[in-house]
């Protein structure tokens, strides 16, 4: 069974993160933030993972406590379902179109977190969200589940547009990784012997 269940608790924040790998992309995300909850809702429903997020967190300074915390969390889980990570695919990508947007994705499931971020976006809020806050999401994801993660924006001039493609082209470039690979059995994708 390829799920997971974190609680991480802080004085900013307090978090649940339930996830299934081998989902249908069912969603209830509740974090406060009304923006973040339609990008969350994304990257599961497009990663087919099933997807249960509560957070309360410290909204009354700002959104970046509750936004990084939980991609701190989700990589945590992401981690723990994968489990020794025998026989996935391990590496995904994705080049995703959304209206004026283009955005690509490469990730390995590698262990070894490294975040390249080469998606700037035009305004500094979209509605009352930060948007610097989808990179802190992003690098906390990389971070804490071991994720080797390139974004890149080829085009776009819609903030919204451009943070919803990103958490769409991540979803389905996750939904590649995790996936099973039928030809790799119960075979390590690494000639390391561990990852």
Request: aromatic content about 6%.
């Amino acid at each position: 069974m390829r799920k997971a269940s974190i609680t991480r608790t802080t004085a900013e924040t307090d978090i649940t993160v339930e996830i299934d790998l081998d989902g249908t992309g069912t969603y209830d995300n509740r974090t406060g933030v009304g923006f973040f909850d339609h990008m969350l809702d994304q990257l599961s429903r497009h990663a087919l993972i099933d997807m249960t997020v509560r957070a309360t967190g410290d909204l009354h300074i700002d959104d970046h406590h509750t936004v990084e915390d939980c991609g701190i969390a989700l990589g945590q889980a992401l981690a723990k379902a994968l489990g020794d990570k025998r026989g996935i695919r391990r590496y995904g990508s994705c080049t995703l179109a959304m209206d004026d947007t283009q955005i690509a994705t490469a990730l390995d499931l590698s262990a070894r977190p490294y975040f390249i971020w080469n998606a700037d976006m035009p305004t500094g809020k979209i509605g009352t969200f930060d948007t610097e806050l989808v990179r802190e999401f992003f690098q906390a994801l990389s971070t804490h589940g071991g994720i080797t993660l390139h974004i890149d924006k080829v085009h776009g001039f819609n903030s919204h547009h451009i943070a919803e493609a990103t958490f769409k082209s991540v979803a389905r470039a996750l939904r590649m990784a995790v996936e099973p690979d039928p030809r790799m059995g119960d075979t390590l994708p690494s000639t390391k012997g561990a990852l």
